[in-house]
């Protein structure tokens, strides 16, 4: 399996990005997938997953804000962050976790930088 994330950059606060996780080596929709990050100086905390049957999780700090989904045609998962605030300011990081033996799977990362 391998993950490849994209989207990051640069954004001023309150503005939008779109992060994407192009799955290759198996189907998204078989298995829980999520995005993670992690702030400098910081444990990697999660940010929102979503399982292969459609339900979906936020973490507080996502809810209201953030939108995961999945196009199971293009095998990506995105993520839709809205009002980007200074504290969002990460390395984001798409994780696949397989359902049959629980075994993680990472992408390489991408910066998002909320900064006027």
């Known amino acids: 399996v391998q993950l490849q994330a994209s989207g990051g950059g640069l954004v001023q606060p309150w503005g939008s990005l779109r992060l994407s996780c192009a799955a290759s080596?198996?189907?998204?929709?078989?298995?829980?997938m999520g995005w993670y990050r992690q702030a400098p100086g910081k444990q990697r905390e999660l940010v929102a997953t979503?399982?292969?049957?459609?339900?979906?999780n936020y973490t507080d700090s996502a809810k209201g804000r953030f939108t995961i989904s999945r196009d199971n045609a293009k095998n990506t998962v995105y993520l839709q962050m809205n009002s980007l605030k200074p504290e969002d300011t990460a390395v984001y990081y798409c994780?696949?976790?397989?359902?049959?033996?629980?075994?993680?799977?990472w992408g390489q990362g991408t910066l998002v930088t909320v900064s006027s």
């Open positions: 979503i399982v292969g049957g459609g339900s979906i």
């Open positions: 080596g198996s189907a998204v929709s078989l298995h829980r």
């Open positions: 994780n696949l976790r397989s359902s049959l033996t629980r075994r993680h799977y």
